[in-house]
């Protein structure tokens, strides 16, 4: 009976720090829906619209582990550069500090700029005005752009 409830209360207190430290056994640590639970997966320009949200779980992919990401885009009466001033204030005031040697841009973007706090990655991505593989329905706002939550442990 003493060594049933030693062996409960190691139990739940593994339950308690695996929760501290994130999933055990997920690759990175943070599955799709931690990443939705950040406050900052859908932060954006005030006034800004929804467009889409996508993300991935991890997944070990042919190149290797691949971690998981959500992603939101919105459109905006704003111009790009009042968007790109609106998440230079806000996340550092969240942690975030700026990474440029995690920037990358996509075909379809103008510009992009990356934020780290940790193991995550925050990018914003300004979508190209009439760009083909852009939606056209984006083309209504004065900036399309997206948001993305990634996970990229230190070191790697």
């Known amino acids: ?23 055990v056994g997920v690759p990175g640590g943070y599955t799709r829906q931690d990443l939705e639970r950040q406050p900052e997966a859908r932060l954006a320009y005030p006034g800004a619209t929804l467009l889409h949200e996508a993300g991935s779980e991890p997944v070990r992919g042919i190149e290797g582990q ?29 942690g975030w500090q700026l990474a440029p040697e995690k920037n990358f841009r996509v075909t ?15 990018r914003l991505g300004v979508y190209k005005k009439n760009d083909l593989q852009v939606p056209r329905a984006y083309d209504a706002y004065t900036t399309a752009y997206t948001i993305d939550l990634l996970v990229s442990p230190l070191g790697k």
């Open 108 to 122: 379809d973007e103008t510009h992009a700029v990356t934020w780290r706090k940790g193991d995550l990655l925050f």
């Open 66 to 94: 691949e971690y998981a990401n959500f992603s939101a885009a919105f459109g905006a009466s704003a111009t790009a550069v009042e968007v790109e001033a609106f998440y230079a204030r806000e996340l550092p005031a969240r």
């Open 1 to 23: 009976m003493k060594r049933a409830l030693v062996l409960g209360a190691l139990a739940a207190a593994g339950t308690l720090l695996a929760g501290c430290l994130g999933h």
